[in-house]
């Protein structure tokens, strides 16, 4: 049974930063994309990052330069470092997997496609306050 749990969430400030972690068991995930997803409430789930077996990552352009997704497969582990968090990046955070690859940039990569994703954790919230 494929099981996604994530840890790290939390109430910070902002300007600091949290680390999230996604503990993937069930699985080898080391040929899934995985990806990181938030939903505020009364919003629509988005992605937030997401990277591929072969290391190819995409961020949203609200994150791109203050986050940063990373993967051990050794682990089946997955991370996402967020630094110069935002008010507006408070959201639950989902960690999710999946096997589809879109065509993309040149090539065919994993992208934060949602519906795409068909294993989901159960998520954390993350609280940014000003």
């Known amino acids: 049974q494929v099981q996604l749990v994530e840890s790290g969430g939390g109430s910070v400030q902002s300007g600091g930063s949290l680390r999230l972690s996604c503990a993937a068991s069930?699985?080898?995930?080391?040929?899934?994309?995985m990806g990181w997803f938030r939903q505020a409430p009364g919003e629509e789930r988005e992605g937030v990052a997401v990277?591929?077996?072969?290391?190819?990552?995409v961020y949203a352009d609200s994150v791109k330069g203050r986050f940063t997704i990373s993967r051990d497969n050794a682990k089946n582990t997955l991370y996402l470092q967020m630094n110069s968090l935002k008010p507006e990046d408070t959201a639950m955070y989902f960690c999710?997997?999946?096997?589809?690859?879109?065509?993309?940039?040149?090539?065919?990569?994993?992208?934060?496609?949602?519906?795409?994703?068909?294993?989901w954790g159960q998520g954390t919230q993350v609280t940014v306050y000003s």
């Open positions: 999710a997997a999946g096997r589809i690859r879109r065509y993309y940039s040149g090539g065919f990569h994993c992208i934060g496609v949602t519906y795409d994703y068909n294993y």
């Open positions: 069930g699985y080898s995930n080391s040929s899934y994309c």
């Open positions: 990277i591929g077996s072969d290391g190819f990552t």
